[in-house]
């Protein structure tokens, strides 16, 4: 697995996790748990995981739909 973006808001995680699975790419939110610990101030970034092979075509339908990379 490899870090695609990493972000505060659930509604580009949400809009993201759609953009990917609609290109076939499996993708995984990490820190979920921690961000609902802290009570949804947004302190603790989720992380978006793809897969290493699937990396290049991610970032590209990331940078595609203007969600930067690291956002």
């Keep these: 697995m490899k870090e695609l973006f990493r972000s505060t808001d659930p509604t580009v995680m949400a809009f993201a996790s759609a953009l990917l699975q609609g290109e076939d ?14 009570g949804g101030i947004g302190v603790f970034p989720r992380r978006m995981m793809v897969r290493s092979e699937d990396y290049d075509r991610a970032l590209r339908v990331m940078t595609d739909n203007d969600i930067p990379p690291g956002r």
């Design 25 to 38: 790419i499996d993708c995984f939110q990490m820190d979920v748990n921690m961000s609902i610990l802290e």
